[in-house]
C-alpha cells in the first residue's frame, strides 16, 4: 500500500507563497505520474499540476506562470510551489500518484486565500 501524506497548507493574504509538500511511503524514482489536484468549496476536483510519464509538466491555464511542482526523489517528496496567491486557489489540494493503472491520492491539504 502506497501512503502519500500532505503537507505546507493553510491561511494566507492574497499576493502570498505557500510550498506543499507530498511525502510518499516508497520510492517515487520510477514514479512517472505524479501531480497536485485541488477542490475547491463546492466544486469538483481539478488538475493543478502535474509531471507526465513522458517526462514533461502540465499546469492548469489559471495557475501557469504563479504556481511551479517539483521534486525531490532522494526525499520521495512532491512539491508544489504556489506565488501570487488569489482568492480563487482557496481549495482541498491533494496529492496523486499513479502506479501502473493505480491512482494513490493523500488526504488532502487545505489552502485558504484571504484578507
Known amino acids: 500500500q502506497v501512503q502519500l501524506v500532505e503537507s505546507g497548507g493553510g491561511l494566507v493574504q492574497p499576493g502570498g507563497s505557500l510550498r506543499l509538500s507530498c511525502l510518499v511511503s516508497?520510492?517515487?524514482?520510477?514514479?512517472?505520474?505524479m501531480g497536485w489536484y485541488r477542490q475547491p468549496p463546492g466544486e469538483q476536483r481539478e488538475l493543478v499540476a502535474r509531471?507526465?510519464?513522458?517526462?514533461?509538466?502540465n499546469y492548469a491555464d489559471s495557475v501557469k506562470g504563479r504556481f511551479t511542482i517539483s521534486r525531490d526523489n532522494s526525499k520521495n517528496t512532491v512539491y508544489l510551489q504556489m506565488n501570487s496567491l488569489k482568492p480563487e486557489d482557496t481549495a482541498v489540494y491533494y496529492c496523486?500518484?499513479?502506479?501502473?493503472?493505480?491512482?494513490?491520492w493523500g488526504q488532502g491539504t487545505q489552502v485558504t486565500v484571504s484578507s
Open positions: 496523486n500518484a499513479v502506479i501502473l493503472t493505480t491512482n494513490y
Open positions: 516508497r520510492n517515487i524514482f520510477r514514479i512517472n505520474v
Open positions: 509531471f507526465t510519464s513522458s517526462g514533461s509538466t
